[in-house]
């Protein structure tokens, strides 16, 4: 078993060292970006003084690498730092107002942090079962009328642009059948079902964009190891096929499925941006458009942050899960 | 709320437009009554939004401040007259209108049970122009030399020179009545005099107001128990939930999907033309601009009609080249009309001199939404007169620093000013930092000094009346057109008679003055 621990622990180190190389590209790729806070919150009234007094006030003169390690050293300590449009603004009368914990970045991500994970984890619940189900059906009847249709929609599913298959479902959905709101506008207050039923809408979006994925390597981890001399001896014992499949083929062809589950829950969180804007969802996608949109830089900064870190923790859990669920892995010679 | 796109559809629909604009006016005069939460899905709302008015700039915190939680000292009604929202009254103290005395109402008290009082006029308006304090309306508040308490309910005011329009200026969105002493709490918490007070507020998300029992403008306004904002940036998303129902009304409402909200009877469409005005400034200090029959021949060489019709898709109202809009007390409706005529273009360059004229126009859709396409239109009718118009696409990022008033010849828009005299000082005066043409003009500068100070309405209308003449004859900027407000509303609600122009949304107080129908 201690073994095991050392990978892991080896996976984790790698994963900070990633983080760390992700957090240069961000703070690098953000401070390319043309325009600044200043000018665009100034927007027409972006006199060259203004600029000025409001680049001074945010610290925005500074030489990068200072910025770079001023922002890192933050981190560390658990601190985002502030969110420039928050903090800009509750100035009063020259001195600084005691702000109400709204201006502090984490303060304002958490609530949208905690959206965004009830909509991955809405969309996780519909969609992993499904997709691993019709994966296990597209193989047992596979090269049929029944596996073609399957392969078709999720493919052309994924194959579509967001929020073309968020337009298609709002239209047939809420308008055409208002079954579903239109807008997910889900708040503090609301209990779990209303909160369900704002979300079901995205949540479909997001599961006919990452079903295919799942559903695709199912059917073909399990159509693969079909032809091996184990399955053959099943079959020969008089197994019936989809008990064949569920007790012999599954368990074998769980790695490569359990990688691609993590791929995909990962999107859940980091690919939710469109979808969240065409539903109006408070959840991070939202909060990053708004503030890419006035170079809040902090917060955009955060949110890349935690795009990344989730990728880099979800993958390391299903490298995990891999070597948990592979003896192979489990006791390496 | 399901309807089809069908023909039969439509003229069913049609067919419903029809029958509900024989029967609206009868639901006009209906009288309004209190009930009914109201829900707006709103555009431009930001996640740096916050009580300080002194930072609004757009309407999410337009409705939500100034619409329903707080209350300035005038407020222009919806037929455009200036009444009183937090004084009672006021009149000048001086002929010069240099002195305006204020008598603030009685009995009004602040969501946190303050009595409202001089005291708090005189430190709300001090917050525009304090050490550091980065506000709007601090060219309004600055005019002001003295402050005085000269009442238990009277304030007074002494500009440093005489300002005609001062009341009216002191309805901006932007001044709007803090509880003194308590300013601080009042914008992190929003703590108004205004019918709604604050029950939820998430910024760039939402925000929740319930109607406060017992206000000055029972029976006049506030008929809504509640008003909720739902802010929604996107314009195709803010469509599906109003056709879905999920809100009442939605501003801003995308002119190309217009049809199929006009093909819903349950949606009105209603828009207005306020002085929301494009423009493609020149600076009139540099050559070719500086010689007037250049301007002339620009002037010319321009379709108006046709910008209205392409760029703005007939939402709007041709301009000829007048800053002042339609929603302005001194709109000038006679202004001689500057045609599409090449060969007069043709005449006036002949008189500068020139054969044929090559310029660059800076143009990007930061300016205004078609900015670029408005750009290529009058490059296409000004050949007709042997005008080359060279468009330059720019960046739009840094559009406001890099380009406009950089470039000798740019595209721009701006929102207007409830004033003639706040829109001529912001952007005709000589010597004032957005004088987009470099306007120096010697009449007009006479002009704009005798009006500010003018009280006498017949007057005042003669000198703004000879100062539009001059922009639109000689001025530096294309004014090609006004663009109108539109928004959208389910049939649910009831409004008066009259639209407020100033802003979208029936000027931003559709919670205060809308209904149940």
């Not at chain 1, 080896?10 to 190389?21: A, D, K, Q, S």
């Amino acid at each position: 078993m201690s073994s095991i621990f050392g990978i892991i622990l080896r996976r984790i180190v790698l994963g900070v060292l990633t983080l760390f190389v992700v957090s240069l590209l961000i703070f690098a790729s953000v401070n390319m970006l043309p325009g600044d806070f200043a000018q665009a919150i100034l927007g027409q009234g972006a006199t060259p003084e203004a600029v000025e007094s409001i680049r001074e006030d945010l610290g925005l003169n500074k030489h990068p690498v200072q910025r770079y390690l001023d922002w890192l050293g933050g981190i560390i300590q658990g601190d985002f730092g502030v969110s420039f449009a928050q903090a800009n603004f509750a100035e009063y009368g020259g001195t600084s107002v005691e702000l109400g914990g709204i201006a502090s970045v984490a303060d304002q991500l958490a609530p949208r942090f905690k959206n965004t994970m009830f909509l991955a984890g809405v969309s996780a619940a519909i969609s992993v079962p499904l997709s691993v189900m019709l994966g296990i059906l597209a193989a047992l009847y596979s090269n049929s009328v029944f596996d073609r249709a399957i392969n078709i929609s999720t493919l052309s599913s994924i194959s579509s642009p967001e929020f073309f298959l968020a337009y298609i479902l709002i239209l047939f959905l809420a308008v055409l059948n208002p079954i579903f709101p239109s807008l997910s506008n889900v708040y503090e207050g609301m209990t779990f079902w209303e909160k369900l039923d704002r979300t079901m809408l995205p949540a479909l979006t997001l599961t006919l964009i990452v079903t295919a994925h799942m559903m695709r390597m199912t059917r073909a981890a399990i159509i693969n190891l079909m032809a091996s001399p184990y399955i053959e001896m099943a079959r020969l014992k008089g197994t019936a096929p989809l008990m064949i499949i569920i007790r012999h083929a599954l368990p074998n062809s769980l790695a490569p499925i359990i990688n691609v589950i993590a791929l995909n829950l990962a999107y859940l969180i980091t690919g939710v941006v469109v979808v969240e804007v065409v539903f109006v969802y408070p959840g991070i996608g939202q909060l990053f458009v708004d503030s890419v949109k006035v170079r809040d830089i902090p917060i955009v900064q955060a949110c890349c942050l935690i795009f990344a870190a989730s990728y880099i923790l979800l993958n390391l859990l299903a490298d995990i899960m891999t070597i948990l669920s592979n003896p192979r892995l489990r006791h390496p010679k | 709320m399901k309807y089809d796109i069908s023909r039969r559809g439509a003229l069913k629909a049609g067919g419903a437009l029809v029958a509900a604009s024989a029967i609206a006016p009868q639901l006009l005069q209906a009288q309004p009554s209190r009930g009914g939460d109201l829900r707006v899905g709103a555009g431009g709302a930001n996640t740096s939004d916050s009580w300080d008015a002194r930072t609004h700039s757009d309407l999410f915190m337009q409705m939500a401040c100034m619409g329903s939680v707080f209350d300035c000292l005038t407020e222009i009604a919806a037929d455009g007259t200036l009444v009183g929202e937090l004084a009672e009254s006021w009149e000048p103290g001086s002929a010069e209108g240099d002195v305006w005395i204020f008598n603030l109402r009685q009995g009004v008290t602040f969501h946190n049970g303050k009595d409202f009082g001089p005291e708090d006029v005189i430190e709300s308006l001090q917050l525009h122009v304090a050490e550091g304090a980065k506000s709007a309306a601090k060219p309004i508040v600055e005019q002001i030399s003295t402050m005085e308490i000269t009442g238990p309910n009277q304030v007074t005011l002494t500009l440093k020179g005489g300002n005609a329009g001062f009341p009216t200026m002191l309805a901006d969105y932007h001044i709007v009545m803090y509880p003194a002493g308590m300013v601080e709490d009042a914008m992190l918490n929003g703590i108004g005099t205004g019918l709604f007070k604050v029950e939820t507020f998430d910024p760039g998300v939402r925000f929740l107001g319930s109607r406060v029992e017992g206000h000055y403008k029972d029976g006049r306004a506030g008929w809504f128990n509640s008003i909720e904002m739902i802010a929604i940036n996107d314009g195709t998303a803010r469509m599906n939930a109003l056709l879905t129902g999920q809100v009442d009304a939605i501003n801003r409402i995308d002119v190309k999907t217009e049809s199929l909200l006009k093909a819903n009877p349950n949606i009105e469409i209603f828009e207005v033309t306020g002085n929301q005005h494009f423009t493609f400034p020149m600076l009139t200090n540099i050559a070719p601009f500086d010689d007037v029959n250049v301007r002339k021949a620009l002037k010319h060489s321009i379709d108006r009609q046709e910008m209205v019709d392409k760029i703005l898709r007939g939402h709007g109202r041709v301009s000829y080249d007048n800053p002042i809009g339609p929603a302005n007390t001194y709109f000038h409706e006679g202004l001689e009309p500057l045609t599409y005529d090449p060969d007069k273009a043709k005449f006036y360059l002949k008189q500068a001199g020139m054969d044929s004229l090559d310029v660059d126009l800076s143009a990007s859709d930061a300016a205004f939404v078609g900015a670029v396409d408005a750009a290529q239109l009058y490059q296409a009718t000004a050949k007709a007169a042997n005008i080359n118009i060279n468009v330059v696409q720019e960046a739009a990022d840094g559009y406001w620093s890099n380009v406009w008033l950089k470039k000798p010849w740019s595209a721009c828009y701006w929102s207007g000013r409830s004033t003639e005299d706040w829109t001529f000082s912001t952007a005709y005066e000589l010597g004032v930092p957005w004088n987009d043409t470099h306007w120096n003009n010697a009449r007009f500068q006479e002009l704009l000094l005798l009006g500010r100070k003018e009280i006498d309405p017949d007057k005042s209308r003669e000198i703004y009346n000879e100062m539009q003449t001059l922009i639109s004859q000689e001025g530096g900027t294309i004014v090609p057109m006004y663009a109108n407000y539109v928004d959208a509303a389910s049939t649910k609600l009831a409004h008066g008679p009259d639209l407020g122009n100033v802003y979208q949304m029936d000027t931003a107080r559709i919670g205060e003055r809308w209904w149940m129908a």
